[in-house]
């Protein structure tokens, strides 16, 4: 069973850059569609980023499009946010899992808070 695990949070200043990192252990990916989704105190779980597994179709939320970008390397069963210009409003924990989702792939997450 493949399990997911989030790492490249932390605490950065508004305007500042961050890279997160989604790594499979277990088994790989796949052709899975990987997306990358947040959680914020009080609110739902939303979807930021999603990619296909070619690489070659992306989508974002409004909310981070422009300013995200998610890729991923097949050959490292990875797969990446990069977040540029934060803001406070992005602060949340952050989580991947293939599209659609699994309960089981629910990793840890990785907390993600930017400070004004």
């Known amino acids: 069973q493949v399990q997911l695990v989030e790492s490249g949070g932390g605490l950065v200043q508004a305007g500042g850059s961050l890279r997160l990192s989604c790594a499979a252990s277990g088994r790989t990916f796949g052709s899975y569609i990987m997306g990358w989704f947040r959680q914020a105190p009080g609110k739902e779980r939303e979807l930021v980023a999603r990619i296909t597994w070619g690489g070659n179709s992306t989508f974002y939320a409004y909310s981070v499009e422009g300013r995200f970008t998610i890729s991923r390397d097949n050959a490292k069963n990875t797969v990446y946010l990069q977040m540029n210009r934060l803001k406070p409003e992005d602060t949340a924990v952050y989580y991947c899992?293939?599209?659609?989702?699994?309960?089981?792939?629910w990793g840890q997450g990785t907390q993600v808070t930017v400070s004004s």
């Open positions: 899992n293939t599209l659609p989702t699994l309960e089981h792939y």
